[in-house]
């Protein structure tokens, strides 16, 4: 695959200024290149393009692919919990022999098995918004890299500054989002950790 359709991979979020310089540097090192002869397209698997936040990524990803020359084509399903129909979207994507698939996972486990059998046909993958779990990747024995935020970091920040407009005292209710959804773990792990001591 071109190296450009590598590069494209982290900094399509980067232009965008989701990710940092020093974190696309780092991923640069790991990625293993893609055996030749296969397909030189990148495809962008996300969430519901419903979404607002999904739908500027998509926005971002063609405009940078435009600028590049580099050749991209963007999937999504209708809602956020449609696991099976991203899942679906990924098998026919290996099927067809894409040259690397960038991904926002519906489900941080589930989504696990499939990128490892993408990555067994030398196919690139790059997780993206949504870690992969950690334990299931070390289960089948894979590390794809990530390109995103640190969202147990940024519960923690969400909570000192609750604390302080809370003044120590008063009551945090936690309202969950999609079970199975590695950042919003992440998110609800971060938070408690500057609100233990505001009194109920």
């Known amino acids: 695959m071109k190296p450009e359709a590598i590069a494209f991979c982290l900094f399509l979020l980067l232009k965008k200024g989701l990710v940092s ?65 991203q ?42 918004d949504n870690p992969l779990h950690r334990e299931s990747m070390n289960q089948f024995g894979i590390d794809i890299p990530f390109v995103g935020s640190d969202n147990r970091l940024g519960a923690q920040m969400v909570g000192k500054y609750v604390k302080k407009k809370l003044k120590g005292r008063g009551r945090v209710i936690i309202i969950e989002g999609i079970r199975g959804v590695e950042n919003a773990d992440l998110r609800k792990k971060g938070l408690p950790r500057q609100l233990p001591k505001i009194a109920p």
Request: glycine residues 6%; proline residues 6%; contains cysteine.
């Open 21 to 85: 310089v020093i974190a696309v540097f780092c991923f640069l090192i790991v990625i293993p290149p893609a055996e030749a002869g296969n397909e030189k397209t990148v495809a962008l698997v996300m969430k519901a393009l419903s979404n607002p936040f999904f739908f500027k990524m998509k926005a971002g990803a063609r405009e940078y692919a435009q600028e590049e020359n580099i050749p991209l084509e963007v999937f999504g399903v209708e809602r956020e919990t449609d696991v099976e129909r």
């Open 87 to 128: 899942i679906g979207i990924f098998e026919n994507l290996i099927s067809r022999g894409y040259g690397a698939i960038v991904i926002a996972p519906a489900d941080s486990k589930r989504l696990v098995p499939v990128c490892k059998k993408a990555l067994e046909k030398n196919i690139v993958v790059i997780n993206i």
